[in-house]
C-alpha cells in the first residue's frame, strides 16, 4: 500500500529546528520556532508551573480517565481568562484541547459538520500550519489581503473589501493578538469593524489566541477578541497555553464555543466533544491540571503573571533595541517598524534566498518567508546580527 505514496511535503518551520539542532557551528542563532528564550538563550518551566507540578504530583492519587470535555475546571479558568464576563455563560461551552493546534483542529471539525460549503477566510501571510490544518478538518480556505511587506503596515481596506465577498456562514480567521507571522495587530477600532462586518454579512469569526499576555499584556491583548465576542452571535476561539505558561510539549490548550443560546450551545458541544471522542478520544490531563493549578491559587497566579509580564518586556525592550542597531548597521529607517509591532514575531522583509544567506553565511536561523523569533535574539549581540542582515542585502 505505502509504495504509492509520496513523501509528505516538510514543514519549514519543523525542518528548520532540526537543521537548526544538527548545525555544529557554536554561535549559531536560532530565530526559526516560535518558542520563547531568556537572555541565556534557555527555555525555562516558569517557576509557578514548576511548583503546581510538586503540588499534583503530591496530591494525584489516580490516572483514570477524565473524560472528553477534559478538566471542567480548567475549562472554566480558560473561559475567565480570555473572556472575562463579555459573553453570558449559558451560551458558552468550553473544553480542553491538545495544544492550541488541537483546539484549532476540533473546531475546524466541527465547523465543518455544521457548515460543510462554508470558506474560511485567513490572512495573507497566515502561520504555515493554518491552511494544512484547517483543510485536512475538511474546510475549504481563502485568503485576505493583510499585512503590506513592504512598509510594515496592515492592508485594512483591502482585508475588508475581500471579507465584503466572503458568504453568509463563512469562516473568518484572526490572530487574537501577536499576529503569526507579522507582528502586526488589528487595532481596537479596526476589531470593530471586523465585527460589524461579521454582524452584517453573517460570518463567524474564527479566533486563534496562541500568545496572551506576550502583546500589550494580559488584559489589553483580551480586548479585541472580548469586543467581537460581545457583538456577534457566534463565535469560536482556540487557545493555546504553550506560549505563556511554557508547557509546549504538555500540549494544553481549550476549544471555546459561543453559540446564540443555551440550547444551540449544548448541540454544537456535543459535536465538538464527539469529534474529540472520534479523533483523540479524550485529551491529555498533566499540563492542563497544573494550568488550573496556577490559576486557582492566588500566589501562584500572581508569580505566573509576573514571570509573565518580565518576559513580555524583555521581548519589548529586545524590539526597540534591535531595531536601533538594525538602524545604525542600514543607516536607514527601513526597520523601525519591529519596535512598534507586538509579540515573538516580525518579518524582515527578505527574500528567501537572502534568508539562506543568513543560515548559510552567518549561522542565523529565519523561517524561509524571512519571519524572526524576536525573543531568539541573543541581547549581548544584536548589532552582530543587525550587520549581518545589512550584510546579506547586498
Ligand atoms: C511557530 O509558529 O513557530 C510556533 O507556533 C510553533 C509551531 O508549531 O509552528
Known sequence: MFE????????????????????????????????YKDEAGDTTVMRAIRAAEKRLHEAQDTKTYVGPQGDKAFCDEMGRLVLGDAV?????????????????????????????????????PSWPNHIPLLTTAGLKTQSYPYYDATTGSILFAEMLEALNTAQPGDILLLHGCCHNPTGADLNIDQWKAVAD???EKQLVPFVDFAYLGFGDGLDHDTAGLRLLAGAVPEM?????????????????????LIARNSAE??????HLLSVTRSVYSMPPDHGAAVVRLVLTDPELQADWQQELEEMRIRMETLR?????????????DRFDFIAGQKGMFSRLGLTSEQVDRLREEHGIYAVADSRINIAGLPGDRLDDVARAIVAIMD
Open 197 to 199: 462586518l461579521c454582524v
Open 4 to 35: 504509492t505514496m509520496q513523501a509528505a511535503p516538510k514543514d519549514k518551520i519543523l525542518a528548520l529546528m532540526a537543521q537548526y539542532r544538527e548545525d555544529p557551528r557554536p554561535h549559531k542563532i536560532d530565530l526559526g520556532v516560535g518558542v
Open 88 to 124: 453570558p455563560s449559558e451560551r458558552l461551552r468550553i473544553c480542553q484541547a491538545p495544544g492550541g493546534s488541537g483546539a484549532l483542529s476540533i473546531l475546524a471539525m466541527m465547523l465543518h459538520r455544521a457548515h460543510p460549503n462554508a470558506t474560511l477566510w485567513l490572512s495573507d
Open 265 to 270: 450551545a449544548d448541540a454544537a458541544f456535543s
Open 320 to 332: 526597540r533595541e534591535f531595531s536601533d542597531a538594525l538602524r545604525r548597521a542600514s543607516n536607514s
Open 236 to 256: 469560536v476561539i482556540a487557545v493555546s497555553c504553550s506560549k505563556n505558561f511554557a508547557v509546549y510539549r504538555d500540549r494544553v490548550g481549550a476549544a471555546i
